[in-house]
């Protein structure tokens, strides 16, 4: 299993726009090939961010899916611009 997680950290005015993104994505997002499980994890305090884990058959249907459009616009912010963000996305990657 190849385990992955993104974190956005998503300024408060700009939250409901990433939610309405996670909202069209998701559906896309389960029929994935290689994609055991997903988990979108919205914020519990104004400094926390949203956490999408997903978890793979191995690495290389990942990386297929970062070559899809929807795995392109999804890890790169899901269509929000930079200044929407506090910091950059951050990625933890747990390949056992």
Do not use: C, K
């Amino acid at each position: 299993m190849f385990a992955i997680a993104y974190h956005f950290p998503v300024l408060p005015r700009h939250r409901d726009a990433f939610r309405h993104a996670w909202q069209a994505a998701h559906h896309v997002l389960a029929q994935t090939i290689g994609l055991h499980t997903h988990d979108f994890v919205e914020p519990r305090h104004r400094r926390d961010t949203f956490t999408l884990r997903l978890a793979w058959d191995d690495p290389s249907s990942f990386e297929r899916f970062t070559r899809t459009w929807v795995g392109v616009w999804l890890l790169n912010g899901m269509g929000l611009a930079r200044d929407a963000f506090s910091r950059p996305i951050e990625t933890h990657v747990d390949g056992t």
